[in-house]
């Protein structure tokens, strides 16, 4: 079960020390942004009402050894305290990071480590600049400030580097759901080997577990806005919404079949896709 919770609250917490130099937040001021990143990078969600109210969880149970969380009074509310917004906010809940924590995310380095070690672990790159547009962090910035030291470590399970070309190969450099094979001269462009379970979650490098897809639909896919049925047709969120023609041209996507690969080659297996469907694709909340 992929649960991004906390660290998409530690990286809305980031974008706030980054900005202030100070990491102390009500849960009045983090339900609403935290809420919404974990809708829009985290797992689907059952309700509206869940929805609206997916900070709590993290905000009680982040780690104490990095998280000091209190009351209006400046007792502290321990981690087995109810997931409840109106629990939280009844007591005027407030958290911060501790000041050991605060004092090494001083240094820009330490942060820039800390931040990218969590999209590493959590994320796909895809999304790593998504969410640190979202939470006010500067990728361009973060990158320069983290060469070296600490952000060496950051990604602890190394990708295969044959795997993007053999991908490609695979799809003959064309994207699995719309067919574009655009190229530079000799050299394909806005082609990309994609996961479907993420490599970030245990996803093998391997062709079975990855498609060829052009940028925008392998944004949109690891977003949730596109997914896969296990005969291998496109699903279309239903959370989906466009007007123009352009934007309508991703729901005509809707029951399409993949490309299939070249011969020999695996199709995607039905393990990946349930992991996608499960954890990424964005279905219908219920009322």
Known sequence: MRVPHKPLLLLWLFGQFAATGISAATYRQAEEPVSQLINDFGPPVASPAAARQRAAMPFVHLERDLWDLRDAAGQEIGPDAPERRAWLLDRRAVGRLRAPVEHLLADPKTLAAAARLLLDLHFTPVLAELICAAVDLDVSALDLAGRGGAASVARLRPRRRSFAEEVLRAYAYQCAMCGFDGALGRYPVG????????????????????????????????????????DRLIRVSSLYVARNEAGLAVDALAGKPLLIPRPHQPTVDVIHISWHHDQVFKGTLQN
């Open 191 to 230: 082609i990309e080997a994609a996961h479907v379970r993420w490599h970030s979650q245990a996803g093998p490098d391997e062709i079975a577990n990855a498609l060829a897809l052009c940028a925008l639909h392998h944004a949109l896919f690891d977003l949730g806005v596109l997914g896969i049925t296990e």
